[in-house]
């Protein structure tokens, strides 16, 4: 048992020994095996605090102090760098390695590391420039070069980068530094798709435009403000050339969003009869009647009376005939059916149609709810409207073709004084809070019609007790003017 315990200790004297041998010296400072394993410890130690402080400001603090995903990893990241390179002095500097003394050795060994290490010191400043000015950040969607996708997380020396696909690509950090960069959520994620088609020739414009407006208010994906919008871009070889403008506020998803909206437009044009067409070459002969003296002489069981052969012309496509159907007719016929909008040019109407948007409501649906917010203003284009009160239980008015309603709480600021219910199948001009100014502007009567009827519907609402007295000190028309001016700046 003395033996065991003897060759024990003298096994630990050896290692004791062995660990504070002197190795190196740097500068003042010797430095031991032993010397070198606390170093390691140490720093290994810094790394696992300040990592797991990262992590606790990031997921606990950060967040509860409202910061976006881009900031909290960019902020976490920065701390996480700084309390490593503090930890790192400090843990050199309590192990009594004296800075000065290796200082020359540093700049050696920084001259050598800059020469042979290039790309990384250009990665490792290109990370620090994208933490501290943020061009980018966790979170955005992004385009550099070829490459398309969201970043995940940016790190000192590369960025991670999720595709489309749900591929995860490690780009070199030099990369966002140097070449231009798309960010589609930079600020603001709100962007714009354009969606380019072309239709035959002799396809009437305001029809496309309002086929590329029903497909774009379709799908729910697209923003309604900004409104889309329709540019005749030009004249091709052989088709007229139109763009869709669309605004999202999910650029990630750009792609399914034009693959949805693809299918709703050849859906459009195929429901109005419009045709997209394809490249082809038109032959034209100019020496006919000798080609076909030629061909009679060297086929004449072939001729016909010395004639060519009868030629079957290609029959030309159906014209587009207007259903009798109001359902089916265009945007266009159904506001020159409004006393508004009927000595409005084509040109005129067709912006007419980028402001609002026709909505069919089956007879007893209810449109407007009493109490609901006001923002929408509606003109009837076929059928007709109930208006009552669900608080007292009264009919108010019956509106018919061509008359309007929503504009009260949406000019006065209030909510829906009434409910508007159908009383048999309508169809709705719909025009949103955003785009009355607009239309407004294109046509003051509409100002004093809205003025006019103000006045009428706050008397009726008045006898019924459901507006106060006194509510408009001035007269209808003056109040009306400078509401518009408040709320539009017309």
């Known amino acids: 048992m003395k033996w065991i315990f003897n060759q024990a200790q003298k096994i630990s004297s ?56 881009g900031s909290r990893e960019a902020i976490a990241a920065v701390i996480s760098y700084s309390l490593t390179a503090l930890g790192f002095l400090i843990v050199l500097q309590s192990v009594g390695i004296n800075f000065s003394s290796i200082a020359v050795l540093a700049g050696v060994l920084g001259i050598g590391l800059g020469f042979s290490l290039q ?27 070829d490459l398309l996708g969201t970043v995940e997380n940016i790190s000192i020396r590369s960025t991670i980068v999720r595709t ?20 589609w959520s930079y600020r603001d994620p709100k962007c714009c798709i354009h969606i380019p088609v072309g239709v035959d020739y002799g396809t009437d414009p305001i029809l496309v435009t309002e086929a590329l407006l029903a ?21 091709a070889e052989s088709d007229l050339k139109f ?31 419009i045709s997209i067409p394809f490249p082809q070459r038109n032959l034209y002969i100019r020496n006919i009647d000798e080609l076909g ?62 402001y609002g948007y026709r909505q069919l409501f089956p007879s007893g649906q ?28 009264k009919y108010i008015a019956t509106l018919h073709e061509g008359e309007f309603f929503g504009e009260m709480s949406l000019l006065m600021g209030t909510p829906r004084s009434a409910t508007v219910r159908t009383l048999e199948d309508s169809i709705l001009f719909v025009v949103e809070r955003h785009d009355l100014q607009k239309l407004l502007v294109e046509h003051p009567g509409l100002a004093d019609q809205l003025a006019q009827k103000l006045s009428e519907r706050q008397q009726a609402l008045r006898n019924l ?22 709320l539009f700046g017309i």
């Open 164 to 183: 489309i696909d749900g591929v995860f690509v490690i780009v070199p950090n030099i990369r966002f530094v140097e070449n231009n960069i798309i960010n």
């Open 293 to 354: 003296a030629l061909f009679n002489k060297s086929n004449p069981d072939e001729a016909t009376n010395g004639k060519m052969p009868a030629q079957h012309p290609t029959p030309a496509p159906p014209t587009n005939l207007s259903p009798k159907s109001p359902n089916n007719w265009t945007l266009r016929d159904l506001l020159r059916r409004v006393t508004y909008f009927e000595q409005c040019s084509d040109l005129e109407l067709r912006q007419l149609i980028e």
């Open 243 to 273: 763009e869709l403008l669309v605004w999202i506020d999910q650029p990630h998803e750009s792609d399914p969003i034009k693959s949805a909206l693809h299918f709703r437009i050849e859906h459009e044009f195929r429901h109005r009869g």
């Open 14 to 69: 050896e290692c004791f020994k062995l660990l504070n041998a002197n190795l190196f010296d740097i500068g003042d400072k010797s430095f031991s095996l032993g010397l070198i394993f606390q170093l390691i410890l140490l720093i290994i130690i810094v790394f696992l605090v300040s990592r797991a402080f990262s992590v606790w400001l990031k997921h606990r603090l950060l967040i509860r102090m409202g910061f976006d995903r």
């Open 119 to 145: 790309n990384l010191a250009s990665n490792f400043i290109s990370g620090l420039t994208l933490l501290f000015e943020r061009p980018i950040k966790v979170g955005d969607f992004i385009e550099v070069d």
């Open 366 to 393: 209810v449109v407007c709810q009493e109490n609901g917010p006001g923002e929408s203003f509606y003109i009837i284009l076929t059928g007709s409207v109930e208006v009552f009160s669900q608080k007292i239980g």
């Open 465 to 486: 007790g459901l507006l106060p007295e006194g509510s408009l000190e001035e007269t209808p028309l003056i109040w009306v003017r400078k509401r518009l001016q408040t």
């Open 215 to 235: 497909a774009a208010r379709m799908e729910s994906s697209v923003l309604s403000y900004p409104s889309p919008k329709v540019w005749f871009k030009g004249f």
